[in-house]
């Protein structure tokens, strides 16, 4: 996402939202390869985290792993524009109502 986000000259904040505890490696290659304009917002949860899902333009959906997502089942529910990457479950929650990437488009 973050690279996409470079590479798009959006002038609008990418906000990321979670964590991963115990990736710090990970976290800190991301913040040297994100842009201005990348907010890592970590963990949001209950009326923080439906404000920034109701006022988001568009909702990004990266996860590969696991199940549904209740994060995307929220934003389906919000209405707001979504972007999944091309998993099964993903198609599942919504069907025809989101545009897809494909998997291992972000792949290097």
């Known amino acids: ?6 590479h798009s000259g959006l002038d609008l904040p990418l906000v990321v939202v979670g ?4 990736a710090s490696k990970y976290k800190e290659r991301l913040r ?5 304009g990348v907010l890592f917002a970590g963990y949001v949860f209950g009326s923080g985290y439906a404000e920034l899902e109701s006022n988001a ?8 792993v696991g199940g549904t997502a209740p994060a ?6 919000r209405g707001v524009s979504i972007i999944a990457n091309d998993a ?16 291992n488009l972000l792949r290097t």
């Open 19 to 22: 964590d991963a505890p115990y």
């Open 1 to 6: 996402m973050i690279d996409a986000y470079r």
């Open 32 to 36: 040297a390869m994100a842009p201005p």
């Open 88 to 103: 099964p479950a993903h198609r599942e929650v919504l069907g025809d109502a989101g545009a897809y990437y494909a998997r």
């Open 72 to 77: 995307l089942v929220e934003a389906r529910g």
């Open 57 to 64: 333009l568009l909702y990004i959906q990266a996860k590969e």
